[in-house]
C-alpha cells in the first residue's frame, strides 16, 4: 500500500510541477536560469574588419528564444541608444542595440531593439524582454533572421570578465 501511495504522490508532483511551468506559462525566474554570453567584442568600440568573411563576423542566428546576461568585462548591459553601434562594430556587419532605458524595477518589460544597417539606425526592429536583477539585467532574446548580425553589450575594451 505505501509503494502505490509513493506512486500516487509522485504523479501527483508531477502534474503539478507541468501545470505551473507548462499550462500556466511560469517559467523559472531568469535572474538565475539564464545563459551567460562572455564576448569582449560586442563591445561598441570594437570596430570589426570589413574585409572579413561572414564566417568569421558574429551572427545570432543560432539563439534559442531564451534568457542572456552579458558578462564580458567590455559590459554587462545592452546597446542602448545613448552609444549607438554603426555597422561593422560589435563583431558583426549589422549591430543590434535596444532602444530606450534599461528598466528601473524588477519586472519584465517589453523593449525595442534595431539592427544598425546601409545608414539607417534602425532598418528593422521587433521586441525582446528585458529584466533588472540584482546588480546586473537579462534579456529574453530573439535569433536574427540576417547574417552577420549579432547584439551588441557594452562600450569598454576591457577583456577581464565581468564577476
Same mark, same amino acid.
Not at 560586442?42 to 558578462?71: E, G, I, K
Not at 533572421?145 to 569598454?156: E, L, T
Given at each position: 500500500? #505505501?509503494?502505490?501511495? #509513493?506512486?500516487?504522490?509522485?504523479? &501527483? #508532483?508531477?502534474?503539478?510541477?507541468?501545470?505551473?511551468?507548462?499550462?500556466?506559462?511560469?517559467?523559472? $525566474?531568469? !535572474?538565475?536560469?539564464?545563459?551567460?554570453?562572455?564576448?569582449?567584442?560586442?563591445?561598441?568600440?570594437?570596430?570589426?574588419?570589413?574585409?572579413?568573411?561572414?564566417?568569421?563576423?558574429?551572427?545570432?542566428?543560432?539563439?534559442?528564444?531564451? =534568457? &542572456?546576461?552579458?558578462?564580458?568585462?567590455? %559590459? %554587462? /548591459?545592452?546597446? +542602448?541608444? $545613448?552609444?549607438?553601434?554603426?555597422?561593422?562594430?560589435?563583431?558583426?556587419?549589422?549591430?543590434?542595440?535596444?532602444? %530606450?532605458?534599461?528598466?528601473?524595477?524588477?519586472?519584465?518589460?517589453?523593449?525595442?531593439? !534595431?539592427?544598425?544597417?546601409?545608414?539607417? /539606425? !534602425?532598418? $528593422?526592429? =521587433? +521586441?525582446? /524582454?528585458?529584466?533588472?536583477?540584482?546588480?546586473? &539585467?537579462?534579456?529574453?532574446? #530573439?535569433?536574427?533572421?540576417?547574417?552577420?548580425?549579432?547584439? !551588441?553589450?557594452?562600450?569598454?575594451?576591457?577583456?577581464?570578465?565581468?564577476?
Amino acid at each position: 500500500m #505505501l509503494g502505490r501511495r #509513493l506512486q500516487v504522490t509522485a504523479a &501527483y #508532483l508531477f502534474c503539478l510541477i507541468y501545470f505551473n511551468y507548462i499550462v500556466a506559462g511560469q517559467e523559472p $525566474d531568469p !535572474c538565475s536560469n539564464h545563459v551567460e554570453i562572455d564576448e569582449e567584442i560586442r563591445s561598441t568600440a570594437h570596430q570589426t574588419n570589413r574585409s572579413l568573411q561572414y564566417s568569421y563576423l558574429l551572427c545570432d542566428d543560432n539563439m534559442p528564444y531564451q =534568457w &542572456y546576461r552579458f558578462v564580458s568585462g567590455a %559590459g %554587462g /548591459q545592452l546597446a +542602448t541608444d $545613448d552609444n549607438i553601434p554603426t555597422e561593422y562594430t560589435c563583431g558583426t556587419h549589422i549591430p543590434i542595440y535596444m532602444t %530606450g532605458t534599461h528598466p528601473e524595477s524588477d519586472d519584465i518589460v517589453d523593449r525595442t531593439v !534595431c539592427t544598425v544597417f546601409n545608414g539607417n /539606425q !534602425c532598418a $528593422d526592429s =521587433w +521586441t525582446i /524582454q528585458v529584466k533588472k536583477c540584482d546588480g546586473f &539585467y537579462v534579456y529574453k532574446l #530573439l535569433r536574427v533572421d540576417v547574417c552577420a548580425s549579432a547584439y !551588441c553589450a557594452g562600450s569598454g575594451t576591457d577583456r577581464k570578465s565581468v564577476v
